[in-house]
């Protein structure tokens, strides 16, 4: 582990897990713990008028952070936004087609990259997000710790370079591979915003921020290196600099044996692992340096039933060797069943 392993001043399950600690029972949440299954969701963000709407209204943000805390009581909350404001606050359009995802002004040339916005004003432009972490610092219980994120410089490029997403990234790395020079320019962009705008996360009120690169698996061979792990890198070092003793998660979607490079390159303090990470290999290999988070299959939460508790105590036993915090391989779904994650956290927590 590194450095801040020894201390733990606050007593909260997340923040003793990324410090090292064995936790028993592990502490839980779940990635896109607000979301669509939730009822009370769908009333909030119809409310808001439309999801970016809801993302940027601090009440209604810290409102749908909230209701999954009420519901199930997870131990960490994850600040409601998402990594595509990122490019919106460098100047890009960007809205969600019902149905389909989100759609951007797309990025793939010098004229393109002329247009965005400097890194330092991305803070500003985002201001209600923080404006969020602060009510939620209040509203939190005390055990609760609030996590704040943001994508990781190639995956925010992928959707910025496409203009949506994309199944394989075919468009991101044709740019990479033909005009390296602006696609290099465009990740040090992300690079310095993500460096900026996670730092005034933190400086609200983010206990912890977790780094999504959930394309990371795209990358082929040296270009992993290159566009996913020396970014993270970056950003890990600066923000530790910065904010001596906040732990960051990463999450290199895919990344597969290239997770225990990129744990090694990154320096985080805790690794989220994709469903399909071996839990036996990712024991021995990754959770002597890192907190693990991770790994159950999010069809579990649709499904349900005796399988579910199985594989959550599967999971649960696999790491119990050392600090883990249960969470899912990637988001649960809009067809998830809420009395399902009743089902998990008992699994998980009896
Ligand atoms: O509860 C939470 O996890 C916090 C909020 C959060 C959202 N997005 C809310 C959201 C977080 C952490 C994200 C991260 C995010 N956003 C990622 C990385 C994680 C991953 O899933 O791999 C990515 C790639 C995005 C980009 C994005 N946002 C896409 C591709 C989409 C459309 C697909 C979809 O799931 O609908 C979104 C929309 C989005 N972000 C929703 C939510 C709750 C659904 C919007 C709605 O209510 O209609």
């Given at each position: 582990m590194t450095a801040p392993a020894a201390r733990d001043p606050s007593g909260k399950p997340v923040l003793r897990a990324l410090a090292g600690i064995r936790v028993d029972p592990p502490p839980v949440w779940l990635m896109r713990q607000a979301g669509r299954y939730l009822p009370e969701y769908r009333a909030t963000r119809a409310r808001a008028g439309g999801f970016l709407e809801l993302c940027l209204t601090p009440d209604l943000a810290a409102e749908v952070t909230l209701q999954p805390i009420r519901r199930f009581g997870f131990d960490a909350a994850i600040l409601f936004a998402d990594i595509l404001l990122v490019p919106m606050a460098l100047g890009a359009d960007l809205w969600f087609e019902t149905g389909e995802g989100p759609r951007l002004s797309t990025v793939t040339g010098?004229?393109?990259?002329?247009?965005?916005?400097?890194?330092?004003?991305?803070p500003e432009r985002l201001a209600p997000v923080c404006e969020t972490i602060r009510i939620l610092r209040r509203e939190l219980p005390?055990?609760?710790?609030?996590?704040?994120?943001?994508?990781?410089?190639?995956?925010?490029?992928?959707?910025?370079?496409?203009?949506?997403?994309?199944?394989?990234?075919?468009?991101?790395?044709?740019l990479m591979y033909g005009d390296p020079a602006v696609f290099e320019a465009l990740i040090?962009?992300?690079?310095?915003?993500?460096?900026?705008?996670?730092?005034?996360?933190?400086?609200?009120?983010?206990?912890?921020?977790?780094?999504?690169d959930s394309w990371a698996g795209a990358l082929p061979g040296p270009h992993f290196a290159r566009y996913a792990i020396e970014p993270a890198r970056r950003i890990v070092t600066e923000l530790r600099a910065r904010h001596p003793g906040v732990p960051v998660i990463g999450f290199p979607r895919g990344a597969g044996a290239g997770y225990a490079a990129w744990l090694d390159g990154t320096g985080v303090e805790g690794l989220a692992l994709d469903t399909a990470v071996d839990p036996g290999w990712a024991a021995r290999a990754l959770q002597p340096r890192?907190?693990?988070?991770?790994?159950?299959d999010p069809l579990l939460m649709v499904l349900g039933g005796p399988r579910l508790a199985e594989e959550a105590r599967r999971i649960r036993d696999a790491f119990a060797g050392g600090p883990h915090i249960f969470n899912l391989g990637h988001g649960i779904t809009p067809?998830?069943?809420?009395?399902?994650?009743?089902q998990l956290l008992a699994a998980v927590r009896g």
């Amino acid at each position: 582990m590194t450095a801040p392993a020894a201390r733990d001043p606050s007593g909260k399950p997340v923040l003793r897990a990324l410090a090292g600690i064995r936790v028993d029972p592990p502490p839980v949440w779940l990635m896109r713990q607000a979301g669509r299954y939730l009822p009370e969701y769908r009333a909030t963000r119809a409310r808001a008028g439309g999801f970016l709407e809801l993302c940027l209204t601090p009440d209604l943000a810290a409102e749908v952070t909230l209701q999954p805390i009420r519901r199930f009581g997870f131990d960490a909350a994850i600040l409601f936004a998402d990594i595509l404001l990122v490019p919106m606050a460098l100047g890009a359009d960007l809205w969600f087609e019902t149905g389909e995802g989100p759609r951007l002004s797309t990025v793939t040339g010098p004229a393109d990259l002329a247009r965005l916005r400097p890194a330092e004003a991305v803070p500003e432009r985002l201001a209600p997000v923080c404006e969020t972490i602060r009510i939620l610092r209040r509203e939190l219980p005390a055990r609760t710790t609030l996590i704040g994120f943001a994508g990781a410089p190639w995956t925010v490029a992928t959707y910025m370079i496409a203009g949506r997403g994309t199944p394989d990234q075919a468009p991101a790395r044709r740019l990479m591979y033909g005009d390296p020079a602006v696609f290099e320019a465009l990740i040090d962009r992300i690079t310095q915003a993500t460096i900026a705008y996670l730092s005034a996360q933190i400086e609200a009120g983010a206990e912890v921020v977790k780094l999504f690169d959930s394309w990371a698996g795209a990358l082929p061979g040296p270009h992993f290196a290159r566009y996913a792990i020396e970014p993270a890198r970056r950003i890990v070092t600066e923000l530790r600099a910065r904010h001596p003793g906040v732990p960051v998660i990463g999450f290199p979607r895919g990344a597969g044996a290239g997770y225990a490079a990129w744990l090694d390159g990154t320096g985080v303090e805790g690794l989220a692992l994709d469903t399909a990470v071996d839990p036996g290999w990712a024991a021995r290999a990754l959770q002597p340096r890192a907190c693990i988070q991770g790994n159950l299959d999010p069809l579990l939460m649709v499904l349900g039933g005796p399988r579910l508790a199985e594989e959550a105590r599967r999971i649960r036993d696999a790491f119990a060797g050392g600090p883990h915090i249960f969470n899912l391989g990637h988001g649960i779904t809009p067809d998830a069943d809420p009395a399902h994650v009743e089902q998990l956290l008992a699994a998980v927590r009896g």
